[in-house]
């Protein structure tokens, strides 16, 4: 298993088990990756996070996924370094979120485009 499938895993399984009520139920995007971005800060804006628009939008029009940072400094590593590689392989990957989520709107992700990553899949 390469390094970057490895690290996909590891951060959904993390990811997962850090952000995810066992209650919630999710949604699967799978995601050419248009943009991988991370936003150090925006005075007055937003928070930092890492994130990813894909090339098209789930049915419900969201095309952003991000991860505040300051929630799991670990994780946004991880999944920094996923989303990177897999843009700079011109891989895929599935990216897990629950649609009904708009609390990332409190920190610059806008709830009519963007949700909250809970697990990501490179493939």
Same mark, same amino acid.
Request: charged share 10%; glycine share 10%.
């Given at each position: 298993?390469?390094?970057?499938q490895?690290?996909?895993?590891?951060?959904?399984?993390?990811?997962?088990?850090?952000?995810?009520p066992?209650?919630?139920?999710?949604?699967?995007?799978?995601?050419?990756?248009?943009?991988?971005?991370?936003i150090?800060? @925006?005075?007055? +804006?937003?928070?930092?996070?890492? *994130?990813?628009?894909? !090339?098209a939008?789930?049915? #419900?029009?969201?095309?952003?996924f991000?991860?505040?940072?300051?929630?799991?400094?670990?994780?946004?590593k991880?999944?920094? @370094?996923?989303l +990177?590689?897999?843009?700079?392989? *011109?891989?895929?990957? !599935?990216i897990?979120?629950? #649609?009904?989520?708009?609390?990332?709107?409190?920190?610059g992700?806008?709830?009519?485009d963007?949700?909250?990553?809970?697990?990501?899949?490179?493939?």
């Open positions: 298993m390469r390094f970057a490895a690290l996909g895993i590891l951060l959904g399984i993390g990811v997962i088990g850090a952000a995810t066992a209650a919630a139920a999710y949604e699967w995007h799978d995601c050419v990756i248009s943009k991988v971005q991370l150090a800060v @925006s005075p007055g +804006t937003s928070s930092p996070r890492v *994130g990813v628009e894909c !090339t939008s789930t049915a #419900g029009g969201i095309s952003w991000s991860f505040l940072t300051q929630s799991d400094i670990d994780h946004a991880m999944l920094l @370094s996923t +990177t590689a897999a843009k700079i392989a *011109g891989r895929s990957v !599935t897990g979120f629950e #649609g009904t989520d708009t609390s990332g709107s409190s920190w992700c806008n709830a009519a963007c949700r909250p990553i809970l697990q990501v899949i490179m493939h």
